[in-house]
């Protein structure tokens, strides 16, 4: 089931979850939006099905004006190869259109928490 949704720059709202299957889709996600995480996964990888509620949760609580879009890596392997994500899981925070943050492989979420409320504060208060 493919999710789409049009955001508003700035103004609250309830964090939708986006399964993107296109690089226009991706590209949108990330340049329409302040503020969007890109998850990278395989449905063959258990820490990233481990890891993936833990990403909905963060968002939810911490970062809600942020766009959560997921790419799954093994139907649609022209997407992360376009964004150098070959590994998975591989998390990409952007905002206003440019990469600031990326993390693969092991992913702590009290560190990335961290790493992005400096930068989200700054751009969404």
């Known amino acids: 089931m493919l999710l789409f949704k049009i955001i508003l720059r700035n103004k609250p709202h309830k964090t939708m979850y986006n399964e993107l299957i296109s690089s226009e889709q ?10 969007t995480m890109i998850y990278f996964y395989s449905d063959k990888c258990a820490p990233c099905v481990s890891l993936r509620p833990k990403v ?3 968002v939810d609580e911490k970062f809600p004006k942020m766009v959560l879009a ?3 890596s093994d139907k649609y392997p022209d997407l992360p190869a376009k964004y150098s994500a070959y ?27 961290e790493s992005i ?3 989200y504060d700054m751009i969404f208060d």
């Open 26 to 35: 991706l590209q949108s996600a990330i340049n329409d939006n302040t503020g």
């Open 56 to 58: 909905k949760e963060l």
């Open 70 to 72: 997921f790419v799954n």
């Open 87 to 113: 590994s998975s899981p591989t998390l990409i925070i952007f905002f206003e259109g440019k990469e600031y943050k990326r993390e693969s492989k092991y992913i702590s979420i009290p560190q990335l928490a």
């Open 117 to 119: 409320a400096r930068p």
